[in-house]
T-cell receptor, first 118, second 113 residues
Framework: DTGVSQNPRHKITKRGQNVTFRCDPI?????LYWYRQTLGQGPEFLTY????????KSRLLSDRFSAERPKGSFSTLEIQRTEQGDSAMYLC????????????????FGEGSRLTVL | GDSVTQMEGPVTLSEEAFLTINCTYT??????LFWYVQYPGEGLQLLLK?????DKGSNKGFEATYRKETTSFHLEKGSVQVSDSAVYFC????????????FGSGTRLSIRP
């Protein structure tokens, strides 16, 4: 158990529907990351937060995607008007280092939320 | 931007064979470098890391040395076991504060008994 909890673990939806994923990171870690992983590929960076501030967004994150981290605790990733190309595993990660220490890039990953768009 | 290129798989070896999985990176600065592993049915987990040139990361019999001159971080193990069967990802931490981790596409390793 890495301490990063994601839900739902698997979501099947029809094209055009909205979906929301939630991540509860390791407590006291000020950074939180979202990645997307498709079959046979490595994780692709989507966005990251420092506390409640969203500091960087990938070009992969179209305007149909929105992420929030209210109060710097849990985070949500919403996909509006889903498309079949959105089918992937969505991963959340917390730094392994402590919340206020220099970030060395080591990440604890959650088990992911798998999205299937029919 | 920064990128990571790693050896394509799948790689199939017999137990006790020597393993090398190649990884090279491009970066404007001096990133931290990592190998992550994903065992069947499990999430990604950190295997080893190196934060500066000539550092050697090691864990579970695996090693990788940060080579600035060749911009490489090849993963090696002297004698693989069936339990090493997994997908291995090379990664770099962008910038001095490693604010963003960039992953390679992964190499699937299968070990025959």
């Amino acid at each position: 158990d890495t301490g990063v909890s994601q839900n739902p673990r698997h979501k099947i939806t029809k094209r055009g529907q909205n979906v929301t994923f939630r991540c509860d990171p390791i407590s006291e870690h000020n950074r939180l990351y979202w990645y997307r992983q498709t079959l046979g590929q490595g994780p692709e960076f989507l966005t990251y937060f420092q506390n409640e501030a969203q500091l960087e967004k990938s070009r992969l994150l179209s305007d149909r995607f929105s992420a929030e981290r209210p109060k710097g605790s849990f985070s949500t990733l919403e996909i509006q008007r889903t498309e079949q190309g959105d089918s992937a595993m969505y991963l959340c990660a917390s730094p392994i280092a402590g919340g206020q220490s220099t970030n060395t890039g080591e990440l604890f990953f959650g088990e992911g939320s798998r999205l299937t768009v029919l | 931007g920064d990128s990571v290129t790693q050896m394509e798989g799948p790689v199939t070896l017999s137990e006790e064979a020597f393993l090398t999985i190649n990884c090279t990176y491009t970066a404007t600065g001096y990133p931290s470098l990592f190998w992550y592993v994903q065992y069947p049915g499990e999430g990604l987990q950190l295997l080893l890391k190196a934060t500066k040139a000539d550092d050697k990361g090691s864990n579970k019999g695996f090693e990788a040395t940060y080579r600035k001159e060749t911009t490489s971080f090849h993963l090696e193990k002297g004698s693989v076991q069936v339990s090493d069967s997994a997908v291995y990802f090379c990664a770099s931490g962008e910038g001095s504060s490693a604010s963003k981790i960039i992953f390679g596409s992964g190499t699937r390793l299968s070990i025959r008994p």
